[in-house]
């Protein structure tokens, strides 16, 4: 099919100002997604939650995000990409606020699922006019830049935010929150554009061939590709000590099993957000130089499989040494970027955003594996109260963390059976 690129040619400088734009949304989710880790403490504290009931609080948000991924992805490759974006926006900086104002743990549950359900079109979106304004020999750099705008989010849900809680408390914190999602969704509101000046005749032309194809043939489509399956599972697995460490877990690990200052723990977990910020874009130029997506997603899987077992295994160490295992770790996860261009290599451009939803239905399902992990923790059944909170023994923790070294070893499978794309796009007829 005629590349929109070749139709309009527009600027790098405006379309790194469009697709970055549109990335705000996916840098605020992230800070949705992350702030949990930093105030579980104050939950617990305050409405004497156990771990399981903190897991489950946390995992309302992947619950929304993986139930509305597929009509997401169906309706931005339909309607504009800019209007879905920032009604988005509006009912995630609605949502967080009613969070802080509310004690209702089913109205809390309910906020966190609407901020899952807008979030389910932050890095759909983003695919989706990166595909409009970029060559496709430069997406694995472009969604790499992207992934690492959402890194900085969750760089901002540790240590900054734990001073916020600290200063304000943690609805005060929240409401802080809420009002910079607020200015970063004008600033969306200004930039964003649907497509480049000049390239509308061809998106009509998607248009009509979307319509040709039609609703049920484009999901079947999406489905059948074993493609979508294997790179979506392989980010979701990959990802997953993310999702652990970085959004629920990771400074309960630090402070009760490794004996961590809160603010000290803050400081480790955030380094796996700064490793995710240097190693993504980092992903995405060596696969592009490369001309391959493959091997480098075999290596991410077993690097980030052996960065796990590190910081498990590991004795007590001094926080500089914590530190650098929870930058290895995010470093080594970065390669996941790879696989979101494997998805859109590997359907027509007509599809982006619904093939992208399949694969970020898998993607997110890591988020909903939170409250096992809470469950394994909990598994011992006699964790010490120490003010009003649960306290596991490192034995708890390492039980619950080989959940990750299973997903790891499945990534590692799943990449073994990825088809090569060399960096190209696998379908050009459609």
Not at 96 to 106: A, E, H, K
Not at 147 to 154: D, E, K, S
Not at 250 to 275: C, D, K, N, R, W
Request: charged letters at 10%; aromatic letters at 10%.
């Amino acid at each position: 099919m005629t590349k929109i690129s070749q139709v309009s040619s527009p600027s790098l400088v405006r379309s790194w100002c469009v697709v970055l734009a549109a990335a705000l949304f996916f840098f605020y989710i992230f800070i949705q997604m992350s702030l949990f880790n930093t105030i579980s403490s104050d939950l617990v504290k305050e409405f004497h939650f156990n771990a399981t009931q903190l897991g489950n609080l946390a995992a309302f948000y992947f619950n929304g995000n993986v139930l509305f991924l597929f009509p997401a992805g169906i309706l931005l490759d339909r309607f504009s990409v800019r209007n879905l974006l920032l009604t988005a926006f509006v009912v995630t900086v609605v949502a967080t606020y009613v969070f802080s104002t509310t004690s209702d743990f089913w109205m809390m549950t309910a906020t966190r699922l609407a901020v899952g359900l807008a979030g389910s079109f932050c890095l759909l979106a983003a695919i989706k006019l990166a595909t409009r304004w970029f060559e496709p020999r430069h997406m694995a750099l472009v969604i790499g830049i992207v992934v690492t705008m959402a890194m900085f989010g969750g760089t901002i849900a540790q240590t900054p935010m734990a001073l916020l809680t600290q200063n304000f408390g943690w609805r005060g914190a929240m409401q802080i929150v809420a009002a910079f999602g607020a200015l970063l969704m004008i600033l969306q509101f200004v930039i964003v554009r649907d497509e480049p000046k000049g390239s509308e005749k061809t998106e009509v032309v998607e248009h009509v061939k979307l319509e040709q194809i039609g609703f049920w043939r484009s999901l079947g489509m999406a489905i059948a590709s074993m493609q979508n399956w294997l790179s979506g599972l392989y980010i979701c697995l990959v990802n997953l000590p993310i999702f652990i460490f970085g959004m629920a877990w990771g400074v309960p690990y630090l402070t009760q099993a490794h004996h961590l200052t809160p603010i000290e723990a803050t400081q480790a977990t955030s380094m796996l957000f700064i490793g995710m910020m240097i190693g993504s874009p980092l992903a995405g130029i060596i696969s592009d130089k490369l001309g391959l997506r493959k091997l480098p997603m075999i290596v991410g899987a077993i690097l980030t499989l052996a960065a796990v077992l590190i910081i498990m295994f590991a004795p007590d160490m001094p926080l500089w040494a914590v530190i650098c295992q929870f930058l290895f770790l995010g470093l080594a996860s970065s390669l996941q970027v790879i696989g979101y261009p494997v998805i859109a290599e590997s359907n027509p451009h007509t599809i982006t955003a619904t093939a992208s939803s399949l694969g970020s239905i898998l993607i997110m399902s890591g988020g909903m594996l939170i409250p096992i992990f809470g469950w394994l923790l909990d598994m011992s059944g006699n964790p010490t109260i120490v003010d009003n909170v649960a306290m596991h023994s490192l034995a708890d923790f390492t039980r619950a963390n080989f959940m990750m070294v299973v997903g790891l070893v499945i990534a590692l499978i799943a990449s073994l059976l990825i088809k090569e794309t060399y960096c190209k796009q696998l379908n050009q007829k459609n």
